[in-house]
């Protein structure tokens, strides 16, 4: 008798970890959104699901009261992830560069981040991981890049130093 291979063993036979499938049925409660308003900024972003099952992070970035910035972040709990090389996403952004941002601790106050522009279509973004660098407030700071052994939160950044609207959908996420 054919035993069919549930989609959780075949992403593990392809050496691959997903940290996020959007789906119509995906709950966002571990997403959150920060926007500039920490900072008193007016910044407005938002994370829902479309009618086609895509996670679409969408809003306003203003520079009203020294913002500039929106961002969604995931939690999910410390994870060993020392045999992927790298970050794997199916998205269609608005022509924009964002940035990608991972923790290998979420109570750490720096970020690991590299840069993605996106062409306005659907595509499938690499990243290496050991090419994220640690930053903090837009700096770089005199550390190592990421070690790619732990990772417990991803994140997306829109921060162009201009007021303007985004929108980025997401299919999935990965880890290869």
Known sequence: MLQLLTPILLLMSMNTFQIYDFNKESDLSSWMVVDDVVMGGRSDGNLVIDSDGNGVFKGDVSLENNGGFSSIRCRFG???????????????????????????????????????????????????????????????????????????????????????????????????
């Open 78 to 176: 410390q994870t060993d992830v020392s045999k992927y090389s790298k970050m794997v996403i199916r998205l269609k952004g608005d022509g924009k560069q964002y940035q990608v941002r991972v923790k290998t601790n979420s109570e750490d106050y720096y970020s690991y981040i590299s840069f993605m522009s996106t062409s306005g279509d659907w595509e499938i973004i690499e990243i290496p991981l050991d090419d994220m660098y640690p930053s903090f407030r837009g700096r770089k700071l005199n550390e190592p890049n990421f070690s790619g052994e732990r990772m417990e939160e991803i994140g997306f950044l829109i921060g162009n130093k201009r007021a303007e609207s985004f929108r980025l959908m997401f299919d999935w996420i990965e880890l290869r």
